[in-house]
C-alpha cells in the first residue's frame, strides 16, 4: 500500500518559515520525482516544486528563492523549506510522487497539510 503523509504545516505570520515533510512508504521512492504542490480555496490545485531523482529541483515562479526541496532517499523523505512567507502563500499543500517509463506511469498524492500565513 502507498502512502505519502505530509506534516509541518501550521500558522506562521508573513515573513515567517516552516518546513514541511512527506513521509513516503509502499514505494521504490529513489526512483520517484517528488513533487509539491498547492490548493487555495477557490483555485485550482497548482504546481509549486520538483524534486527529481537526482537531487535537480525546479520551482514555480511565485516561490523561486523562497522555497527549497530536498529529499533523503535512505529516509525515504521529501521536504519543503519555506520562507518569507507571505499570506498568498497559504493554501493546503500537497506531496506528490511520480515515476513515469514510457508507456507505464504511478502517480500518488498524500492527504495534504494546510499552510496558513496571516498577522
Known amino acids: 500500500q502507498v502512502q505519502l503523509v505530509e506534516s509541518g504545516g501550521g500558522l506562521v505570520q508573513p515573513g515567517g518559515s516552516l518546513r514541511l515533510s512527506c513521509a513516503a512508504s509502499?514505494?521504490?521512492?529513489?526512483?520517484?520525482?517528488m513533487g509539491w504542490y498547492r490548493q487555495a480555496p477557490g483555485n485550482e490545485r497548482e504546481w509549486v516544486g520538483t524534486i527529481t531523482r537526482d537531487g535537480g529541483t525546479k520551482y514555480a515562479d511565485s516561490v523561486k528563492g523562497r522555497f527549497t526541496a530536498s529529499r533523503d532517499n535512505a529516509k525515504k523523505m521529501v521536504y519543503l523549506q519555506m520562507n518569507s512567507l507571505k499570506p498568498e502563500d497559504t493554501a493546503v499543500y500537497y506531496c506528490n510522487a511520480d515515476w513515469t517509463v514510457v508507456p507505464g506511469r504511478k502517480n500518488y498524492w498524500g492527504q495534504g497539510t494546510q499552510v496558513t500565513v496571516s498577522s
Open positions: 509502499g514505494i521504490l521512492f529513489s526512483t520517484y520525482t
